[in-house]
Nanobody, 121 residues
Framework: EVQLVESGGGLVQPGGSLRLSCAAS????????MSWVRQAPGKGLEWVSA????????YYAESMKGRFTISRDNAKNTLYLQMNSLKSEDTAVYYC??????????????WGQGTQVTVSS
């Protein structure tokens, strides 16, 4: 059974940082690209970032470039999202997703339960 368990969310002040983690199990982690998506209150899903199977290629939504860093540790079956210079508009539930392919851009088939990130003073 595929499981994706996010952690690391919380309340942070504007300008602060958080590091999200996603522990994966039930599939061969290093065979698949992984992504982060988010959903802000009252809004639809927004793609945040993606990383190829070996971490060799990373991609970011325009508003996250330079502030967020996606990474993965295939030995630990864990995906990360380092978020710096957080803004109030980054407030959302962040989800880890398993992609359909080793390469980014094909789509996702599994999601985690999400972790809440709230940016507020």
């Amino acid at each position: 059974e595929v499981q994706l368990v996010e952690s690391g969310g919380g309340l942070v002040q504007p300008g602060g940082s958080l590091r999200l983690s996603c522990a994966a199990s039930g599939f061969t982690f290093n065979d698949y690209a992984m992504s982060w998506v988010r959903q802000a209150p009252g809004k639809g899903l927004e793609w945040v970032s993606a990383i190829s199977w070996n971490g060799g290629s990373t991609y970011y939504a325009e508003s996250m470039k330079g502030r967020f860093t996606i990474s993965r540790d295939n030995a630990k079956n864990t995906l990360y999202l380092q978020m710096n210079s957080l803004k109030s508009e980054d407030t959302a539930v962040y989800y880890c997703t398993k992609d359909l392919s080793p390469l980014v851009g094909v789509g996702y088939d599994y999601w985690g339960q999400g972790t809440q990130v709230t940016v507020s003073s």
